[in-house]
Protein backbone atom coordinates (compact mmCIF):
# COMPACT_ATOMS: atom_id res chain seq x y z
CA UNK A 1 0.00 0.00 0.00
CA UNK A 2 1.37 3.80 -1.55
CA UNK A 3 -0.18 5.33 2.30
CA UNK A 4 2.03 3.65 4.35
CA UNK A 5 5.48 4.02 3.10
CA UNK A 6 7.26 6.75 5.08
CA UNK A 7 8.76 8.29 2.08
CA UNK A 8 5.44 9.25 0.75
CA UNK A 9 4.06 10.98 3.80
CA UNK A 10 5.38 14.42 3.31
CA UNK A 11 3.65 15.12 -0.40
CA UNK A 12 0.38 13.50 1.49
CA UNK A 13 0.56 15.79 4.40
CA UNK A 14 1.27 18.87 2.07
CA UNK A 15 -1.36 17.83 -0.57
CA UNK A 16 -3.33 17.02 2.75
CA UNK A 17 -2.45 21.28 3.87
CA UNK A 18 -2.97 22.26 0.30
CA UNK A 19 -6.55 20.73 0.04
CA UNK A 20 -7.68 21.64 3.42
CA UNK A 21 -6.18 25.46 3.29
CA UNK A 22 -8.52 25.42 -0.02
CA UNK A 23 -11.44 23.86 1.33
CA UNK A 24 -11.36 26.36 4.10
CA UNK A 25 -10.95 29.11 1.63
CA UNK A 26 -14.06 28.31 -0.34
CA UNK A 27 -16.55 27.32 2.51
CA UNK A 28 -14.83 30.47 4.66
CA UNK A 29 -15.10 32.92 1.44
CA UNK A 30 -18.05 31.44 -0.81
CA UNK A 31 -20.23 28.58 1.21
CA UNK A 32 -20.55 29.96 4.76
CA UNK A 33 -21.91 33.22 3.71
CA UNK A 34 -24.52 32.39 1.41
CA UNK A 35 -25.19 29.92 3.99
CA UNK A 36 -25.29 32.84 6.47
CA UNK A 37 -27.04 34.85 3.78
CA UNK A 38 -30.33 32.15 3.69
CA UNK A 39 -30.03 32.38 7.81
CA UNK A 40 -30.84 35.95 7.68
CA UNK A 41 -33.70 35.84 5.21
CA UNK A 42 -35.26 33.43 6.72
CA UNK A 43 -34.85 35.21 10.18
CA UNK A 44 -36.19 38.25 8.27
CA UNK A 45 -38.94 36.68 6.26
CA UNK A 46 -40.12 34.90 10.10
CA UNK A 47 -40.03 38.26 11.88
CA UNK A 48 -41.69 40.20 9.41
CA UNK A 49 -44.15 37.01 9.25
CA UNK A 50 -44.80 37.60 12.43
CA UNK A 51 -45.38 41.34 12.66
CA UNK A 52 -48.09 40.70 10.05
CA UNK A 53 -49.79 38.22 11.92
CA UNK A 54 -49.67 40.07 15.12
CA UNK A 55 -50.92 43.12 12.99
CA UNK A 56 -53.60 40.97 11.48
CA UNK A 57 -54.33 39.68 15.27
CA UNK A 58 -55.02 43.69 16.42
CA UNK A 59 -56.90 44.02 13.05
CA UNK A 60 -59.14 41.02 14.10
CA UNK A 61 -59.01 42.08 17.82
CA UNK A 62 -60.44 45.44 16.75
CA UNK A 63 -63.05 43.75 14.54
CA UNK A 64 -63.80 41.13 17.02
CA UNK A 65 -64.52 44.59 19.05
CA UNK A 66 -66.75 46.39 16.62
CA UNK A 67 -68.69 43.28 16.14
CA UNK A 68 -69.46 43.01 19.72
CA UNK A 69 -70.40 46.64 19.90
CA UNK A 70 -72.79 46.07 17.17
CA UNK A 71 -74.15 43.40 18.34
CA UNK A 72 -74.85 45.18 21.80
CA UNK A 73 -76.38 47.94 20.00
CA UNK A 74 -78.37 45.60 18.35
CA UNK A 75 -79.83 43.63 21.26
CA UNK A 76 -80.32 47.63 23.07
CA UNK A 77 -82.09 48.49 19.92
CA UNK A 78 -84.15 45.15 19.62
CA UNK A 79 -84.79 45.28 23.51
CA UNK A 80 -86.22 49.03 23.28
CA UNK A 81 -88.34 48.05 20.19
CA UNK A 82 -89.75 45.00 22.22
CA UNK A 83 -90.45 47.73 24.74
CA UNK A 84 -92.29 50.12 22.99
CA UNK A 85 -94.48 47.02 21.37
CA UNK A 86 -94.78 45.76 24.74
CA UNK A 87 -96.19 49.51 26.08
CA UNK A 88 -98.33 49.89 22.75
CA UNK A 89 -100.01 46.22 23.15
CA UNK A 90 -100.28 47.15 26.95
CA UNK A 91 -102.02 50.32 26.17
CA UNK A 92 -104.28 48.95 23.57
CA UNK A 93 -105.04 45.70 25.95
CA UNK A 94 -106.07 48.49 28.81
CA UNK A 95 -107.84 50.68 26.22
CA UNK A 96 -109.66 48.45 25.13
CA UNK A 97 -110.36 46.65 28.41
CA UNK A 98 -111.31 50.07 29.55
CA UNK A 99 -113.69 50.30 26.30
CA UNK A 100 -115.29 46.52 27.94
CA UNK A 101 -115.20 47.97 31.04
CA UNK A 102 -117.62 50.96 30.50
CA UNK A 103 -120.04 48.82 28.10
CA UNK A 104 -119.86 46.03 30.83
CA UNK A 105 -120.98 48.79 33.56
CA UNK A 106 -123.53 50.32 30.87
CA UNK A 107 -124.82 46.39 30.28
CA UNK A 108 -124.41 46.57 34.06
CA UNK A 109 -126.78 49.51 34.95
CA UNK A 110 -129.34 49.01 32.58
CA UNK A 111 -129.79 45.50 33.96
CA UNK A 112 -130.24 46.52 37.38
CA UNK A 113 -132.17 49.04 36.62
CA UNK A 114 -134.17 46.38 34.41
CA UNK A 115 -134.39 43.99 37.42
CA UNK A 116 -135.45 46.95 40.28
CA UNK A 117 -137.95 47.95 37.53
CA UNK A 118 -139.39 43.68 37.64
CA UNK A 119 -138.75 43.94 41.60
CA UNK A 120 -141.04 46.82 41.94
CA UNK A 121 -143.50 45.26 38.99
CA UNK A 122 -143.42 41.82 41.25
CA UNK A 123 -143.93 43.67 44.27
CA UNK A 124 -146.78 45.62 43.48
CA UNK A 125 -147.76 42.24 41.45
CA UNK A 126 -147.54 40.86 44.91
CA UNK A 127 -149.27 43.36 46.80
CA UNK A 128 -152.12 43.25 44.56
CA UNK A 129 -152.30 39.47 44.74
CA UNK A 130 -152.12 38.88 48.54
CA UNK A 131 -154.40 41.50 48.82
CA UNK A 132 -156.60 39.45 46.29
CA UNK A 133 -155.67 36.12 48.30
CA UNK A 134 -156.72 38.04 51.28
CA UNK A 135 -160.08 39.04 49.98
CA UNK A 136 -160.77 35.55 48.71
CA UNK A 137 -159.93 33.48 51.66
CA UNK A 138 -162.39 36.14 53.92
CA UNK A 139 -164.79 35.59 51.33
CA UNK A 140 -164.35 31.52 51.95
CA UNK A 141 -163.72 31.74 55.53
CA UNK A 142 -165.71 34.38 56.91
CA UNK A 143 -168.43 34.45 54.13
CA UNK A 144 -168.06 38.06 53.56
CA UNK A 145 -165.92 40.95 51.59
CA UNK A 146 -162.96 42.40 53.65
CA UNK A 147 -162.80 45.78 52.67
CA UNK A 148 -159.70 46.24 50.46
CA UNK A 149 -158.12 49.36 52.02
CA UNK A 150 -157.83 47.58 55.30
CA UNK A 151 -156.22 44.33 53.37
CA UNK A 152 -153.87 46.71 51.67
CA UNK A 153 -152.43 48.59 55.00
CA UNK A 154 -152.15 45.07 56.45
CA UNK A 155 -150.34 43.71 53.60
CA UNK A 156 -148.10 47.37 53.65
CA UNK A 157 -147.23 46.40 56.88
CA UNK A 158 -146.29 42.86 56.35
CA UNK A 159 -144.18 43.71 53.49
CA UNK A 160 -142.08 46.47 55.38
CA UNK A 161 -141.72 44.26 58.10
CA UNK A 162 -139.64 41.25 55.60
CA UNK A 163 -137.85 44.16 53.94
Known amino acids: MPQMEFADYAPQLIWLAITFITLYVLMSRIALPRIAD????????????????????DEATKALEAYEATMAEARSQAHAIAMETRDKIAAEAEKR?????AELEAQTAKEEERIQKAIA??????????????????????????????????VDSQMEQRA
Open 121 to 154: EVESNVRDVAIATAQAAGAKLLGEDLPADALGRA
Open 97 to 101: RAAFD
Open 38 to 57: VLEQRQLRLSNDLEQASALR
